[in-house]
C-alpha cells in the first residue's frame, strides 16, 4: 500500500522508472510533481487541524521544484525532516492511502490475474479466483477510508498456505533487485575515485547477506534498508548515481 514519507525523498530502488530522464533534476522534479498533485487534491478537504501544515508543506515542494541545482533540491527536501509532527505526518499518510487506494487494489488484480494464468497456479486456482472476487467487491466499496480498512484486512484473510505460496512467488523479484543492487555497489567501488567507498562495501555486505536470507520478510527489509540508508549525504549520492547510469 501507498507509504508517505515526508518531502517524498526518491529511494535508490524507486529511480529505476526515472531513468529516461534527462538530468538528476528532472528526475526529481518528476517525483515533486507527482506529490504536489497529490497534496493539492487533499487540500480541498483537508481538516482545519492539519490544513496550515499541508499549505506549507505545499509552498515547501513548489520551492523545490522551482529550484533548478540539484544538490539544492536535496537540501530543500532534506530540511523537511522533523519540520512537521508525527500526527500530521500520520493524517496526510492516512489521506494519501485514500487517494491512492483503487490504484493500488488495481495492482493487486493485475498480481492476481497474471498469476491465475501461470500453470504452476493450478492447485491454487479457486483461492486465486476468491482473492480476485474478494478485490473486485473492495472496489465498490463508495467510502475511501472504508475501501483503506478492507483491502488492509484483505492479504490477512487469506490461508496461511495460499500466503506461503504467493510468497514464493514474489521471492524470484526481490532476490533479483538484491542481485541488481549488489551490481550496482561493485560499479561504484570500481570507480578509483568513488566517495563514501567504505559504506558502499558495506551495504553491498548487507545485499550479499539478504541475498542468503532464508526468509522473504529478511530480504525486503535488507533491500529496504540498503536502498535508505541514514545517511542523508550517501542516500543522495546513491540516488544520483543510479539516476546517471540508467
Given at each position: 500500500m501507498t507509504k508517505f514519507f515526508i518531502?517524498?525523498?526518491?529511494?535508490?530502488?524507486?529511480?529505476?522508472?526515472?531513468?529516461?530522464?534527462a538530468s538528476i533534476a528532472e528526475a526529481i522534479d518528476i517525483d515533486l510533481r507527482e506529490n504536489l498533485s497529490s497534496y493539492n487534491k487533499i487540500l480541498p478537504e483537508v481538516d482545519a487541524a492539519h490544513?496550515?501544515?499541508?499549505?506549507?508543506?505545499?509552498?515547501?515542494?513548489?520551492?523545490?521544484?522551482?529550484?533548478?541545482d540539484p544538490k539544492e533540491k536535496?537540501?530543500?527536501?532534506?530540511?523537511?525532516?522533523?519540520a512537521f509532527p508525527e500526527e500530521f505526518n500520520q493524517y496526510l499518510s492516512k489521506k494519501l492511502q485514500e487517494l491512492h487506494i483503487d490504484a493500488d487494489i488495481q495492482r493487486?488484480?493485475?498480481?492476481?490475474?497474471?498469476?491465475?494464468?501461470?500453470?504452476?497456479?493450478?492447485?491454487w486456482k479457486q483461492d486465486i479466483e476468491q482473492a480476485i472476487a474478494n478485490l473486485n467487491s473492495i472496489t465498490s466499496e463508495t467510502d475511501?477510508?472504508?475501501?483503506?480498512?478492507?483491502?488492509?484486512?484483505?492479504?490477512k484473510q487469506l490461508k496461511t498456505d495460499?500466503?506461503?505460496?504467493?510468497?514464493?512467488?514474489?521471492?524470484?523479484?526481490?532476490?533479483?533487485?538484491?542481485?541488481?543492487?549488489?551490481?550496482?555497489?561493485?560499479?561504484?567501488?570500481a570507480e578509483a575515485d568513488a566517495p563514501h567507498?567504505?559504506?558502499?562495501?558495506?551495504?553491498k555486505t548487507q545485499a550479499e547477506a539478504g541475498l542468503a536470507a532464508t526468509t522473504l520478510e529478511e530480504k525486503q527489509k535488507i533491500y529496504y534498508e540498503i536502498t535508505n540508508p541514514a545517511d542523508k549525504e550517501l542516500f543522495n549520492y546513491l540516488k544520483e548515481k543510479y539516476i546517471e547510469k540508467n
Open positions: 518531502a517524498a525523498l526518491l529511494c535508490v530502488a524507486a529511480c529505476a522508472q526515472l531513468s529516461t530522464a490544513k496550515a501544515d499541508l499549505e506549507k508543506l505545499i509552498t515547501q515542494t513548489e520551492t523545490a521544484l522551482k529550484e533548478t536535496n537540501k530543500i527536501l532534506d530540511a523537511l525532516h522533523g493487486s488484480l493485475s498480481f492476481y490475474t497474471t498469476l491465475l494464468e501461470k500453470t504452476e497456479a493450478g492447485e475511501a477510508a472504508k475501501k483503506v480498512e478492507l483491502y488492509a484486512q484483505f492479504s495460499f500466503q506461503d505460496f504467493l510468497k514464493k512467488q514474489t521471492l524470484p523479484q526481490i532476490e533479483q533487485s538484491l542481485s541488481g543492487t549488489i551490481k550496482f555497489f561493485d560499479g561504484l567501488l567507498k567504505n559504506e558502499i562495501a558495506a551495504l
